[in-house]
């Protein structure tokens, strides 16, 4: 669901007037062949009889409507379709519509001189090579300026673009200081010289290339869902052949592993060697360097980089055309969708090439973005949040890296943060903020465009000052509703700021890192997320200032600390040092380590989640030592537990070892449990009961569970894994072999014994749990072919129509493995936290 969006007002693309045909240059470029005169938009008025005749009462559609019609078809329905009538035939013959066809398969690709051949043969629809010799049918009468426009887009020149100072400024031999204190974070520049020592510089041309990697497979950049490949010579042939509206892309960003030497050709520039992701190894990091090669007409659409990282980009031959946008600025023609179920960012535009055609004309003097022309050898610098937009003048290679260094720093950890309005305000400005109307927009005027200009910019740079922050259509019901400490009520006389303390005030406070969905669109998980904090905290000393404010935004670290401090207090526990102020590990819930001790918040899932979780860990520990079994030499002693509570901005801590019902959690939860009076009541029992109800829970109640134990000696396993002998592991094995052995001769709950083999049946003196097992079951049973139908391609068909098969028609006859279940699931509840194995295998936290 994107059920939130703010756009820059409607794309011109759509409009039926001629005078759309805009070129981005005073120099006309020239199509590349003769205009057919057949389907210029002059002959509109010459009339259009065989449409109509030909498409019957489909005529009532637009041609743009026909043809996304076509396209929901499959290769051989168009086939059959294009016999239905001459103009049929002509849009079934369209090679965008090819095109389409072929990238929704994807796979290696061997371009055969035009797409509906190479569709054809990929898909081994051709019987020989007659077939695809045929020469096209012509027919007159027919007109359409739909069509008319997208064939001059595959065919225009850009050429004629000759080179301008363009609004960005031009620098040669820039000092880091004057980086950092006139670009860094303030406004892109043109950088020369960085690149004249490289190898690149002579050895990256197509030709060279080609010789030296053309049988090396590279990743194509191109909107399909499908990934496609293409080796370098094929690639290579492809542009020189093709007349594609947008031509693919070479945007790898594995060239690094599948042709190493390339990395021996150039060097990350003095003034971008910061790279704070760079602390993770090279499996955890995020994408950050591609190589970028593409034909005349290619390039990359508006778009802000991934996660509000920076950006550098260094052509080594060919030009690219830039345009730029300050952040918070939609360009024109582009829509931002932000989810509000998980932040997902996704940015619907227009090709590059078709901006600069389509709306680029029709935008007013100060609404033109930043514009300049990147010459080789030249470095482009992108700041944070910047919007941007290039299309290749010619064929390009190119080579980009995106970075994090202490001036993005904390948009970098903002943008992690849970929720979605802080996202949309970051990309959309103050449009994404509900009950702020396009009106309301514009009557501010935009004072903070100052702070993306430099001092001495030049009166077309000042010209977007006045230009406002983001104008566009979008009524208040369309915003989900936020909670945001009332900032929106404070926002009336104030305008869009990249501020880091104005954003921040955006920050949805009933969402938390740890019970909040990730968005898809992070550049990093949410795990790694902790991990790259917590490395920096340890290898950055120096930067500890930055890096916990950046914590604090995105995995709200001051409000876990606070709790740390309470439960260190109340148990008497050393306080933290400076070193342990950050969780560690790559569980669910924030995990501290202080001194010998580990201090655990449950925060996963909700209250009523996390509280059945300590529950049945400490009812666990209660088992162990009531039967004397010896995996109690295996697990973290437990030194204290209880419940942290947030009251009248002060928390205090409530003990609590698993045994009665605390008044603390009545008050904010109060559970109606079949075993409230038993010893455990938020036990094992308690907590399957738990996972059965289907109904949902708030997840912000100023309420969690938490649990002291001593901390365990060795490494996490994950890190020590590799470095095991094949010795090791099988001792390893051994040793977990023999405790599972004494898992399973653990009792069930309240010492209930296991089922006897013939015991198959649900008996009345059974727990009312059994049965309401079995009814789940059964229910289960009954959708069983829609469920499996729901996890889409994943299950073949055959087999879903096949499950009932393998299901007994009572599923009471299963009650002796599902007893069976409840000993594993007591494995897997009370084992959750990894305590068995990680106690065995040296695991600290």
């Known amino acids: ?224 869902p499908k990934k496609i490949i293409m080796k370098l010579k094929d690639y290579v042939s492809y542009m020189e052949l093709q007349h594609d509206e947008d031509p693919l892309y070479i945007f790898d960003d594995k060239f690094g592993e599948t042709t190493p030497a390339l990395l021996e050709d150039y060097r990350v520039p003095h003034l971008f060697q910061e790279d704070l992701f760079g602390v993770l190894d090279y499996e955890q990091r995020p994408a950050f360097r591609w190589l970028i090669i593409g034909p005349e007409r290619s390039g990359a659409s508006w778009h802000v980089d991934p996660g509000l990282t920076s950006a550098w980009n260094t052509l080594l031959c060919g030009r690219k055309r830039w345009a730029l946008y300050p952040p918070g600025r939609v360009p024109g023609g582009v829509t931002v969708h932000v989810s ?17 055609l389509d709306i680029y004309p029709h935008l007013a003097e100060h609404e033109k973005p930043l514009e300049c022309t990147q010459l080789p050898g030249e470095t482009i610098f992108v700041p944070s949040g910047w919007w941007h937009c290039v299309l290749n003048l010619e064929t390009t290679v190119a080579v980009t890296q995106n970075f994090v260094n202490q001036s993005n720093f904390e948009h ?74 009332d900032v929106h009520e404070s926002l009336e006389n104030q305008v869009f700021s990249y501020d880091i303390g104005f954003l921040s005030q955006f920050l949805e406070k009933e969402k938390d890192h740890y019970t909040s969905v990730w968005s898809p669109t992070n550049p990093i998980g949410q795990r790694e997320a902790r991990e790259w904090l917590r490395r920096l905290w340890v290898l950055k000393p120096e930067l500890r200032g930055l890096i916990w404010k950046g914590a604090c935004l995105a995995i709200s670290v001051d409000k876990w600390y606070a709790c740390l401090e309470e439960v260190s207090a109340c148990h008497s526990l050393p306080p933290p040092s400076e070193d342990e102020k950050l969780p560690v590990g790559t569980g669910s819930n924030p995990v501290f380590i202080v001194s010998d001790n580990v201090i655990k918040i449950y925060a996963e899932g909700g209250l009523g989640y996390s509280a059945h979780g300590l529950g049945t860990e400490l009812e666990f520990y209660d088992l162990l030592r009531k039967v004397g079994s010896p995996l109690i030499n295996h697990i973290p002693e437990i030194i204290a537990s209880g419940f942290l509570v947030y009251e009248d901005g002060v928390y205090r801590t409530v003990p609590w070892d698993g045994k009665g019902m605390p008044d603390v959690l009545a008050k904010y939860y109060p559970l109606e449990l079949s075993y409230a009076n038993s010893c455990f009541p938020l036990g094992l029992w308690s907590k399957q009961q738990f996972g059965m109800d289907s109904s949902t ?87 069983i072919k829609k469920h499996l139908a729901n996890w889409g391609g994943t299950v073949p068909t055959v087999l879903i129509e096949k499950a009932e098969e393998y299901l007994p028609a009572d599923m009471s006859s299963l009650i002796k493995f599902v007893k069976v279940l409840f000993q594993f699931r007591l494995l897997h509840m009370h084992l959750g936290s990894n305590f068995v194995f990680n106690s065995m295998i040296g695991q600290s936290g």
């Open 1 to 224: 669901l994107r059920p939130t969006a703010w756009s820059r007002g409607p794309c011109p693309s759509r409009l039926n007037s001629p005078t759309r045909y805009f070129l981005p240059s005073p120099h006309a470029p020239k199509p590349s062949k003769p205009t057919d005169p057949a389907r210029s938009p002059a002959m509109e008025s010459a009339g259009n009889d065989r449409r109509d005749a030909a498409l019957g009462s489909l005529a009532v559609l637009p041609d743009e409507l026909l043809c996304a019609i076509v396209d929901l078809l499959q290769p051989t329905d168009i086939g059959r379709l294009a016999c239905v009538s001459s103009v049929m035939y002509i849009l079934c013959n369209e090679e965008p519509l090819w095109m389409s066809k072929y990238l929704s398969v994807g796979g290696h690709l061997e371009y055969k001189c035009s797409w509906k051949k190479t569709t054809l043969s990929r898909l081994s629809l051709c019987s020989g090579n007659s077939e695809l010799e045929q020469k096209a049918r012509h027919f007159d009468g027919f007109n359409s300026l739909f069509l008319y426009r997208r064939w001059y887009r595959c065919f225009t020149t850009l050429s004629s673009y000759s080179f301008d100072n363009g609004h960005v400024e031009r620098k040669d031999d820039l000092s880091l200081d004057h980086f950092h204190s006139q670009y860094d974070g303030k406004g892109p520049v043109l950088l020369g010289k960085l690149a004249e020592t490289w190898p690149a510089r002579t050895k990256w041309t197509i030709q060279q290339l080609v010789h030296d990697y053309g049988e090396v497979t590279f990743r194509i950049s191109q909107r399909s």
């Open 340 to 356: 509000d179920e998980d932040g997902d960012v996704d940015i619907e535009t227009p090709t590059s090439l078709q901006w600069w």
């Open 412 to 485: 970098v950890c903002l943008d992690m943060a849970p929720g979605h309005c802080h996202k949309g305000v970051c990309r959309a400005g103050l449009l994404a903020v509900p009950g702020k109307s396009v009106r309301d927009i514009e009557n501010h005027p935009a004072g903070t465009m100052s702070a993306w200009n430099h001092n001495d910019m030049t009166r077309a740079e000042k010209r977007l000052k006045g230009s406002g922050s983001v104008r566009a259509s979008n009524s208040a019901n369309q915003c989900a509703s936020f909670e945001f400490s």
């Open 697 to 783: 829970e708030c997840s912000n109640k100023p309420i969690w569970p938490y649990m002291v134990t001593r901390k365990c000696k060795g490494d996490i396993f994950a890190r020590v894994r590799d470095t095991l002998s094949k010795a090791d592991l099988l001792n390893l094995a051994s040793s977990l072999g023999v405790q599972m052995r004494n898992i399973h001769l653990l009792p069930l709950p309240h010492g209930e014994p296991l089922p006897k083999p013939e015991d198959n049946n649900v008996r009345d003196s059974d727990p009312p749990e059994w049965k309401q097992v079995i009814s789940t079951l059964n229910g289960r049973k009954n959708n």
